[in-house]
């Protein structure tokens, strides 16, 4: 393995660097390479739980809940690039960021001598769950512009945050409601327009300190404040109240994939319908609005599970659609007809 730093675009445009750790199988597998870009759920808010971190220090949810996937991965004999896409400032949720870190992970790979890769003609495959949906889809809808070189030929997407506005109501008042304040912070940090602030009263600023120093732990701060309500940490009553001031629905409207451009690759998308933390209404609209653009979707509704459980069921079909997409099979298609 080996770790890249390379350059990245913020969302105002401006040069970051971030860093890509880059795994090698010890036995390729047959003919050309393939690539998977690889994104963690990493759902915190420092760089000690960036995966270029956690990776080599055995710590944080990334080692412990996701190097078995990778290392799935790399017994398929597939090389493995994983971008901390959320940047030097730890930038959560916001998908923009994600996707261009994303994009920009794989050139590095392939960039790289000493992984042994093609270049731009390397086949390359993005997957992620959750926290790493926001990557994967995003890098998926930008591709066609920001990296328009790679061959990118396919994604596969669980537990999809497709836009944070529709699953605000949802959480508030939610065992999860701390995601508010976790995706917040994030968001915050890019587009300082939010003032998140002056959103919070000093009980919310209070908890966003320490969700904002990760002092819960990695990807800990999504259950700190179970059944917390926007009234008790915010100077708004409700979601619907706080959706209402205009800098903040402006900045969420930049957070909405819905309207973003179209898929440049096929994309497995899984969804649990029952999903607690993110709604499967604004994913169902997701996938919609790219079908109707004339994306490639084979689209997944679990009834049986939960958001925590459809990590574990979304990953083999994952791999799955991926290795099928490596070998030249046609993606299948759920679009409706016409």
């Known amino acids: 393995s080996y770790q890249l730093l390379y350059r990245s675009t913020a969302v105002d445009g401006s040069a970051m660097a971030t860093v890509a750790t880059v795994l090698v199988p010890n036995l390729p597998a047959p003919g050309p390479r393939r690539l998977v870009s690889y994104h963690p759920a990493e759902d915190s808010l420092t760089t000690r739980c960036s995966p270029s971190y956690t990776l080599r220090t055995a710590s944080g949810s990334t080692q412990q809940v996701e190097s078995g996937a990778i290392a799935l991965l790399l017994a398929r004999g597939w ?3 994983v971008p901390d896409y959320e940047g030097p400032h730890s930038q959560f949720a916001v998908g923009k960021l994600e996707g261009q870190a994303a994009l920009d992970g794989v050139r590095a790979a392939e960039r790289f001598r000493p ?3 093609d270049g731009t003609a390397t086949r390359v495959g993005m997957m992620g769950y959750s926290g790493g949906s926001i990557p994967t889809v995003w890098a998926d809808a930008l591709a066609h512009d920001y990296a328009p070189e790679l061959n990118l030929v396919g994604i596969a997407a669980g537990g999809v945050a497709a836009n944070l506005r529709e699953n605000l109501p949802s959480v508030d008042g939610s065992p999860f409601f701390s995601a508010i304040l976790l995706a917040s912070i994030g968001v915050d940090r890019a587009y300082p327009e939010l003032d998140l602030d002056s959103v919070l009263n000093d009980r919310g600023r209070a908890l966003a300190s320490a969700i904002g120093r990760d002092a ?3 990807a800990s701060g999504l259950g700190v404040a179970p059944y917390g309500r926007l009234a008790q940490y915010s100077h708004y009553g409700d979601a ?3 959706l ?4 903040v629905s402006r ?4 957070l909405n994939l819905i309207r973003g451009p179209r898929f440049t690759a096929p994309a497995y998308i899984y ?3 029952h999903d607690e933390i993110l709604i499967i209404k604004p994913v169902d609209e997701l996938v ?7 994306a490639t979707i084979q689209y997944h509704r679990s009834p049986v599970g939960e958001h925590i459980t459809g990590a574990g069921a979304y990953l083999g079909p994952g791999m799955q659609y991926l290795a099928d997409r490596f070998t030249g099979i046609d993606a299948p298609d759920t679009c409706p007809a016409g």
Request: proline residues 3%; negative net charge; charged residues 15%.
């Open 240 to 242: 619907a109240q706080l």
């Open 115 to 117: 992984a042994g890769l």
């Open 251 to 254: 900045v969420l409207d930049r």
């Open 216 to 218: 819960y732990g990695c």
């Open 79 to 81: 090389d493995v690039v």
């Open 271 to 273: 969804h649990e319908v």
């Open 288 to 294: 919609a609005a790219q079908c109707h653009a004339g």
């Open 244 to 247: 209402a001031v205009p800098r």
